[in-house]
Each structure stands twice: as C-alpha cells, then as structure tokens.
C-alpha cells in the first residue's frame, strides 16, 4: 500500500467516527426511564386519550390544545370516548401528573426533547 | 429502464420490512439486519479504501485548474494547482467542504447560428451542498437516539435547526431541506435529456433510497409517531452490545432502520463510496510539483543499462583503431 501513513490515520478516524456510539454504549448506557404515574394519575387509570396514543403524540394534542385555546379561544376538548375535558396544561394534565420531575422529565431527558412548554407556563413547584 | 427497476427495487425494500417486521420477525429487521449491515459498511468502506492504497500512480496526475507553478512573472495559482503539501490541504478541503468542482459546473448550449455557448451552472452545486449538509446535521441529530446521556452537540444543533419552532414536534429544517434536495437531484437528471442520457439504475437506486429514508423519517416524526422511548431502548441496546427489541415500536420505523441498513450496507459497493474516494483522488491529493521532485513510477522494474562510459571502456581500443574520438585515454 502507498502512504500507508496517511491512508491508515484516515481510516482511523474513518472507524473511530463511525463506531462512536458503539465505543460510547460499551462504556455508558443508561436504562431506559421509568416514568412514575402519581397516585393521582393512576386513580383515573385513563388519561385523556389511550395510553399509547399519550406517549407517541401527547405532544401534537398539546400543541392543539394550545392553539385552540390561545387562538379561537376554544376552551373544551371532547375526547374520542365523549368525555369532555378543560383545556390547559397547567390545571388538566398537571393536576393528574404533578410530578414533572418523575414523570415528564424522564423520557425527555433520555430522548434529549427540551420541550418550551415552561418558557411560558409556571413550572409547578414539587414536594420533595 | 434503470429508473423503473430502481424505484420498484425502492419500493420493494418498503414493503419487506412492512410486511415482515411483526413478532419474532422484529429481531431480524431490529437486530440482525443492522448488525450485518454495520459490519458490511465498516469492512467494506476499509476493504474499498486499502484496495485503492495499493494502486499506484505512475506519475503525478495534477488537475490544471489553474496556472501552475513556473516563471515568477507567471501568475500562480496555488490553490488550484498547488505545488506544496499546504496547498494540497487546501485543495482538498475546499473540495470535501465546498464542492469547488461541482461549482465549476458548466452548461453547454447550442445557440441560433449554430454556436456553441457555455455558462455558469450553479444549481447542482447548490442542491449537493444543501443536501450533504442536511444530511450531515440530520445524522448528528441523531446521536440522541445512540448515546446515553445524549451529547451536549445534539440540544445545541436542534435549537439552531428548530429555531422557527414550528408545531410539535418541533420542525427540523435540516429534514425538509434533506428531501428537498435528494428530490432535486433526481428530477434533476430525469428533466435533462444529456443526464438522462448518462443515468444508470446504480444512479437512482440510491437517490430513490434516500428520499425514503428522508421520507420514512419525516412520516415518523411528524405523522405516524412511535414511542420515541422504545425507539431509544432499542438503539442503545444495539450499540451496547446487549440488544433488545422493546414492545410496541410501529412498523415505521422498522422500516426506516431497515432503509438505513440496505443504505450502509450497500455504500461500499457504489458510487456512494466518493466519501472516501475524494481524499484518494490523484487530480486532488498529488501537489504539482513535478519540476521540483521526481516522481518514482512505483511499478519500474530497475531498467538494465549500459552508460556511454560503459560502451567506451568496451570499445575503446577498437574506436582508437578507426581513428573515433573517445573521451578518455
């Protein structure tokens, strides 16, 4: 082989680049979260829609609802089971869920989302 | 005819994972697919690369692009002919950076007389730009489904790319301007009849190929979601070696990973394969500097010679006779 030196280094940093998540999941790897429902939340049982709806989409109703109710002032959400649901975040989804920290904030840490809910929303003050 | 095999060999590698990736056969488009796929591109890309490092080039195979190095009242240019290591670096970053081939693009007309015009032809190399450069950000985005905890690099580069923080999930630039440009480059070679001309089926198949793979992604984040968590576990679970194949991912995004595996593991093999054939290009890599070093042709075999000292030793007694002239005494 011809600048055996040159190629080899390139080929490195080819391999090193490639494989660095492999290299990263040998040394580090988190389990997966585990968001915890408060007693509240799993009272109902049921959150507004189906559960696996929730956790794929929970953001796109969010960002409905927010649209509806700052824009058309819509202030009512029928879900598909009829029952009828007032829409806000901080007095409907976070009376249920009040623990952002164990709930919310465990997949999105994992999955790095770095929702801008709270840019205009109180964040709720916890218990510790 | 290259197209349409293409887009059904395309639409086929939808389908199989469409219809295969339910129970058990899960593991097989989750875990072993991408296994082999991952070890195909890695040995393949090496394999690729050693083969062109033991090619050798006989002699310097400068590109003049521009005025090489000569006369000092000569204007030099040291960027497109260069004639040290520094300028060769230079050369070539702006190619893998900047395409400056590709913005040498030229269009050929022929004009009413008959006479043939060239102009500048900038819409390839803008396209190319835009869609190396969405896919590259697309890539390192990513990383947050690879690494546990996501790498600080990933929130910074979704801020700049989300910035007009439009619906939510929050619309990626980088993804749209990624299937915009794949879709340009491909209307691109059917709306020019000499493209056409000169486009294979090994040029469609991976356009075809990523503009799924682009699109697969947009469908799955915009519009059928997945569990985003699940899709996580899995991925970490492979890379750290410990696979595991989490209940209830939609067969989206099997789909999407098996795109991705075909991809990587097809690289090796096809023109894809510029990404390291570029740094190993002897119109890019070798300085024009052919005056100054003596380039060796690695194949000569040493040449037998006979100097004319040599032949004069031999002869000199019989030249002396007929009266030649010899050097030495």
Redesign the interface.
Known sequence: ????GK?II??VI??VF??S??L???V???P??EPELSPKAKEAKLCVEAK?YM???H??M??QWRDEAIRYGKRMYVATNGKEYVVSLQNTCMDCHNNKTKFCDQ?H????????CWECHIEPKEKK | MGIWVSFFAVIALVLIPSVGAQGAGQYIFGIFIPYVAVLIFVIGFIYRVVQWGKTPVPFKIPTTGGQMKSLPWIKWNPLDNPATTGGVVGRMALEVLAFRSLFRNTRVELRDGPRVSYGSNKWLWVAALAFHYAFLVVFLRHFRLFMEPVPGFVGLLESVDGFMEVGLPRLMISGVVLLLAALYLFLRRVAVPQLRYISFAADYFPLFLIIALAGSGLLMRYFIRVDITSVKELITGLVSLRPTIPEGIGVIFFVHLFLLSVLIAYFPFSKLMHAGGVFMSPTRNMANDNRQNRHINPWNYPVKVHTYAEYEDEFREKMKEVGLPVEKE
């Open positions: 082989m011809y600048n055996k190629i390139g080929l080819f391999v490639f494989t998540p492999f990263y999941g040998l580090k790897s988190g997966p979260p696996d956790v794929e989409s953001m796109q969010l960002n997949c840490n994992y999955s790095g989302v770095d929702p801008y």
